[in-house]
């Protein structure tokens, strides 16, 4: 007797089950629950265990071809079609009609890594509907704890290989106008704006808000910045607010502030070139690339922290969300201990600060970081009361760690004890990564903290 489809469909389906400690994972529980209630549970777990599966990938993969291929593979993919797409533009071998298509999957593409998975939003291309604008957003806004709302946006993608023609912009506010759409997003992926000289402009014409933004370069993003200015817009809308003079003045001062974050991502992006240029290297000389990885990795965590505690705290002052000191503290914590210590490190011990991470963040926790101003050279200290347990020095060609310690030194710890003190000396040498231990160098950290 043949099987029924859907029994086949059944057995093609793997189930789990999985316990979720309410004290120990409450923020991974909350999003759980968000995601179920929104219809996007199975896809949520899906892509958190891909997402683990490719950090296990990361921190544990060994230096032959086969595993550095299933680690890169992806990412060379892709931009292997990106490198194809943009040189193609370049020489002009599409038609405007192709180009107008590209630049919508472009912004479809970047809006969905950027909203779909945290907010929920939706994008569907339109672009061979006339008059009715390139995509059609669907904005999951919360307009109170819990209780989500769609609200429609229309958005224009273009890409141009010359200056834009000012009609362009005319015709995106009547198509505004002509669509059952409140909020509008003009884009210019590679081309400024006529008669718009900040990057980022809000306008509002006949109860329509429109939010117009530029990129001299596609990688400078900025239309992530502006869609996502928009949808608290939209919330400040939906709540009843008016916005009013001094409201505009807010996103204008807003968005002077988002350049300075802007030139942090250019910053970040550009380094991801050292991290290929190691990585394709990586098997010859092991030790030195592994490093040049870690300390790269480092600056763009580094920098990136830094851009996402600002832009979180600006959009969200922006919109009124922010009433005490104590709410921005909490937005900008990750900018408060490692990034600090990161900074004030000569750049090519940027490494012995990345592998030291984890260790600095949880040591911050027992005894306080701070760092020393008053010392010849840069340091950085950890006390609890009035006693210093832990010391990190940049010294002129190696880095000096001392640990309050009074036992027996561990094989693979390179360092000597003095005064109940044990002191180490790492050389900014990339070949010196090998040298330690670094597990069991933050457990000495630790100990000096959890003796006392």
Known sequence: MAEDDSDLALDDLKEYTFSLSVEDNEELIDELDRAEQGGRFNEHICNLLRLGHNVHLAATFSTNQESLQSLMSPLDERVMTLNSIVDRLIHG?????????IGEQIVIGHLSSAFTGTKGDLFRGKGDEGHSGDIAATMMIEKSPGVLEPVPAMIEAKLYEKQMASKEVDKFWDDLKENDYKFGLFISLNRSIPNQQDCIKIESRGGKYGILVYNENQDQMRH??????????????LSGKEIRASQSDVFSTLMNDLSTDLEVFNGAISMLGDIERAAIKILSSTSEQVAAITGTSGRIRGAI????????????RASGELGDEESVAKLAWNNDVWTPSLECMPEKMGWIMTALRDSIVKLNDLAPMSIDDSAEKPTVVFTKGDEKLVSIVAMSKEMQISIKYDGEIPEKVPGDLKKGMLIMNINQKKEAINDVDWPLLGELMLSAANEE
């Open 93 to 101: 071998t599409f038609t405007s009609s192709t180009k107008g298509s």
């Open 224 to 237: 992530l910045v502006a869609y996502a200015m928009m949808r608290e817009l939209a919330k400040l809308v």
């Open 305 to 316: 922290e830094q851009g996402v505690a600002r832009l979180e705290r600006d959009i969200s």
